[in-house]
């Protein structure tokens, strides 16, 4: 009898230990200060994230999603160098082998007509200390740049100007990476705003890339429509699975995939985690409550993404605010 009921007790003890780790919760905004272009990562129980600040580089840091409301935070970068100080935009952490990078743009106080990618290097933690590894080689304006891998290659894919997409449209670049500072080959164009749904607001824009890779296919996720709309939002290219991913015609544009919902405007510049077991794929975003779009007063959001029965990402819609939401598993 007392057998029984020790396995009783301990068979609730055990369910409702189980129970509390499902029951892991959060709610967005995870930073309503600041919290444009956000990247996420999770690593060795820790989760890390960077936004926009427009002035340096913030790293905050928790052991669940909702405690980066309120996790330590740290500046990694700050600089007073004329070329590289101020409108630092879209920080992203990058692990290269490794060790962690961060890939940020920014450039002179006077205007933004000089952004240019930078590079921050640091070591086998997010929390170590970050030093400034230089300027990406591209040969013009450049902005937003990520980390993409297809067959053991690596390759750097930003926002552009390109005079060649006649109305000198605001593009998707590609260029080869020989390091993780250096780019290599030549400039090409990836994707230009030729649909409508990349046309709204002030001028038409592709930026915000972010590489997802998924059961052997390979898409890179986008942000288009000027960022001040309200009608910015996320669309993603799809690799063909073979040939140079630096041709064009290697990739194919969606349709437009995430959009404004539940008291969300201007949802995109994403980002892409795993879950702390491993077993889901979550979504960094922005958004704003601005009906009428913002590109300064900007929330920073995540939410679990599924899969469409073709393997591509189904990006599903906004929460709304403060809702109450199960967090990523493993928690």
Same mark, same amino acid.
């Given at each position: +009898? ?13 369910? *409702? ?5 499902? &029951?892991?919760?959060?709610?967005? @905004? ?18 890390? +994230?960077?936004?926009? #600040? ?25 600089? =007073? ?24 743009? $920014? ?8 952004? %240019? ?8 933690? @997010? ?5 400034? !590894?230089?300027?990406?080689? #591209? ?6 740049? #990520? ?6 290659? =690596? ?25 993780? #500072? ?23 824009? /592709?930026?915000g890339p972010f590489a997802l890779y998924h059961g052997g296919k390979t898409?890179? *996720? ?10 910015? *939002? ?15 015609? =290697? ?10 919902? /539940? ?19 979550? +979504? ?5 409550? =601005? &009906? $009428? ?6 929330? !920073?959001? $995540? ?14 819609? &906004? ?6 939401? !199960?967090? @990523? %598993?493993?928690?």
């Open positions: +009898m007392k057998i029984s009921n020790f396995i009783s007790v301990s068979l609730v003890a055990l369910l *409702s230990s189980v129970s509390y780790v499902q &029951a892991a919760t959060y709610s967005n @905004p995870l930073e309503p200060r600041n919290g444009g272009d956000p990247s996420i990562v999770w690593h060795a129980g820790w989760y890390y +994230m960077t936004s926009t #600040t427009w002035g340096d580089v913030r790293l905050r840091r928790a052991k669940t999603l909702n405690g980066l409301k309120t996790g330590e935070s740290k500046i990694i970068y700050q600089s =007073n160098e004329p070329s590289r100080c101020c409108n630092v935009w879209a920080p992203e952490l990058h692990n290269v082998g490794g060790t962690w990078h961060v890939y940020f743009s $920014a450039g002179t106080r006077a205007n933004t007509d000089n952004q %240019r990618s930078q590079v921050l290097k640091g070591g086998a933690n @997010p929390w170590d200390e970050f030093r400034f !590894a230089g300027t990406l080689n #591209t040969p013009n304006w450049a902005i937003d740049g #990520t980390r993409l891998t297809i067959d053991n290659k =690596n390759y750097f894919v930003y926002s552009c100007w390109r005079s060649d997409t006649v109305t000198n449209l605001q593009s998707l670049c590609i260029s080869l990476m020989s390091s993780p #500072t250096t780019l290599t080959g030549g400039e090409f164009l990836l994707s230009s705003p030729t649909a409508d749904w990349e046309r709204f607001g002030d001028f038409p824009v /592709n930026e898409f890179i *996720s986008f942000s288009a429509s000027f960022c001040g709309s309200p009608q910015y *939002s996320l669309g993603y290219l799809t690799y063909r699975g073979s040939g140079d991913p630096r041709q064009k015609s =290697n990739w194919k544009k969606s349709g437009r995939q995430f959009t404004a919902a /539940n008291g969300n405007f201007g949802t995109g510049h994403n980002s892409f985690f795993t879950s702390p077991d491993g077993t889901e794929t979550w +979504m960094a975003y922005h958004s704003t409550p =601005n &009906a $009428a779009g913002s590109c300064g007063d900007r929330f !920073a959001n $995540a939410k679990k993404i599924d899969w469409n029965p073709d393997g591509s990402p189904k990006l599903g819609s &906004a929460p709304a605010a403060n809702q109450n939401l !199960a967090g @990523p %598993r493993g928690e």
